[in-house]
């Protein structure tokens, strides 16, 4: 048993962290580019990741509006980076997260080791004593590495202190419906992205990169990309860490334990909706890799997404606590 608040803390903590991975992964990959690529190339890269997080950069009134086909062209790189990052105004940059993933940490300090809360504090407190000012003329690229590994260190310490009890695997759910979301969202943005560009322009190891497959995909599959082996890859491996199908199959397997399916019972809501997912899964995302329009799919897929969360609020944190008197 665990206590509804104590559950919600674990999960959102583990969402928010998520969301400081996945930014400063694809921070540093578009930092990597500025030096050397052609204006187009990076414009093309901005619109896209500030696509997939769902973001409005600021100043559009300036250089154009999400409708722009220049809405990027001439927007400050530096401006950009510092948004996403540092902008306390954000509620999805990165301190922004970060702050809140430690918010619920604290909420909880008795639910967890002193290890965990530790590696946390220690990230909040180097980033909310860093200015993008004092490491954009060096390499901030190198900055973005290191959120990444802080996070997955955070991970990694969780994993060796913790018991595998409904708190873990509270966690375990917040953090892959996070990033079923935040995959889905990436998918989506670089197919919509792409629908006007050449196959050989679609940049399809950057896609991977973005995704931390670019090394698993090169020892399974080789070094030839395309859209349907990389969809593919991203979408259905089940040993990938990063594809949406891993994903799902660890939310269920988090849900029977916080929840074990009992013969004769009616599947819960959240139950339903991981059904559901599967077979968006199983059967509606084969236009992803067949040359169709795709990210109508990823659309539904994120819906669903919102709809679990919703669902698993509903039925384990904020659940009623009388019963319904009978007719």
Same mark, same amino acid.
């Given at each position: 048993?665990?206590?509804?608040?104590?559950?919600?803390?674990?999960?959102?903590?583990?969402?928010?962290?998520?969301?400081?991975?996945?930014?400063?992964?694809?921070?540093?990959?578009?930092?990597?580019?500025?030096?050397?690529?052609?204006?187009?190339?990076?414009?093309?890269?901005?619109?896209?990741?500030?696509?997939?997080?769902?973001?409005?950069?600021?100043?559009? =009134?300036?250089?154009?509006?999400?409708?722009?086909?220049?809405?990027?062209?001439?927007?400050?790189?530096?401006?950009?980076?510092?948004?996403?990052?540092?902008?306390?105004?954000?509620?999805?940059?990165?301190?922004?997260?970060?702050?809140?993933?430690?918010?619920?940490?604290?909420?909880?300090?008795?639910?967890?080791?002193?290890?965990?809360?530790?590696?946390?504090?220690?990230?909040?407190?180097?980033?909310?004593?860093?200015?993008?000012? =004092?490491?954009?003329?060096?390499?901030?690229?190198?900055?973005?590495?290191?959120?990444?590994?802080?996070?997955?260190?955070?991970?990694?310490?969780?994993?060796?202190?913790?018991?595998?009890?409904?708190?873990?695997?509270?966690?375990?759910?917040?953090?892959?419906?996070?990033?079923?979301?935040?995959?889905?969202?990436?998918?989506?943005?670089?197919?919509?992205?792409?629908?006007?560009?050449?196959?050989?322009?679609?940049?399809?190891?950057?896609?991977?990169?973005?995704?931390?497959?670019?090394?698993?995909?090169?020892?399974?599959?080789?070094?030839?990309?395309?859209?349907?082996?990389?969809?593919?890859?991203?979408?259905?491996?089940?040993?990938?860490?990063?594809?949406?199908?891993?994903?799902?199959?660890?939310?269920?397997?988090?849900?029977?334990?916080?929840?074990?399916?009992?013969?004769?019972?009616?599947?819960?809501?959240?139950?339903?909706?991981?059904?559901?997912? =599967?077979?968006?899964?199983?059967?509606?995302?084969?236009?992803?890799?067949?040359?169709?329009?795709?990210?109508?799919?990823?659309?539904?897929?994120?819906?669903?997404?919102?709809?679990?969360?919703?669902?698993?609020?509903?039925?384990?944190?904020?659940?009623?606590?009388?019963?319904?008197?009978?007719?």
């Amino acid at each position: 048993m665990i206590l509804a608040r104590v559950a919600d803390s674990l999960y959102w903590m583990n969402r928010y962290l998520e969301r400081v991975e996945h930014t400063a992964r694809l921070l540093g990959l578009q930092l990597e580019q500025l030096p050397s690529s052609p204006a187009q190339d990076i414009a093309n890269g901005w619109r896209r990741l500030f696509g997939s997080l769902g973001a409005q950069p600021p100043g559009t =009134d300036s250089y154009g509006g999400p409708e722009d086909e220049d809405d990027f062209f001439f927007a400050d790189g530096y401006a950009l980076t510092d948004y996403l990052t540092f902008d306390t105004t954000h509620p999805a940059s990165i301190v922004s997260c970060l702050t809140a993933a430690r918010e619920n940490a604290r909420q909880v300090r008795d639910a967890i080791s002193n290890g965990i809360w530790s590696s946390l504090n220690r990230a909040y407190l180097r980033l909310r004593d860093t200015d993008l000012v =004092d490491i954009w003329p060096r390499e901030p690229v190198l900055l973005y590495r290191d959120v990444v590994e802080i996070v997955q260190l955070f991970d990694g310490v969780c994993a060796s202190s913790m018991r595998r009890d409904a708190g873990w695997h509270c966690m375990r759910i917040g953090r892959f419906i996070e990033r079923a979301q935040l995959v889905g969202s990436l998918l989506e943005a670089h197919c919509a992205n792409i629908r006007s560009v050449a196959e050989e322009d679609g940049d399809w190891a950057g896609l991977l990169r973005s995704c931390n497959a670019f090394e698993a995909y090169s020892q399974l599959r080789g070094a030839q990309t395309g859209r349907e082996k990389v969809l593919d890859f991203l979408v259905y491996d089940a040993e990938l860490s990063y594809s949406l199908r891993f994903a799902v199959n660890r939310i269920r397997t988090s849900l029977e334990v916080i929840d074990p399916p009992v013969r004769g019972r009616l599947p819960v809501k959240p139950y339903d909706i991981v059904g559901r997912l =599967d077979s968006v899964l199983s059967h509606h995302m084969v236009n992803l890799t067949a040359g169709g329009g795709g990210w109508y799919d990823l659309a539904d897929l994120a819906i669903l997404c919102r709809e679990f969360h919703d669902a698993f609020e509903q039925t384990y944190i904020y659940y009623p606590t009388v019963a319904p008197a009978a007719s």
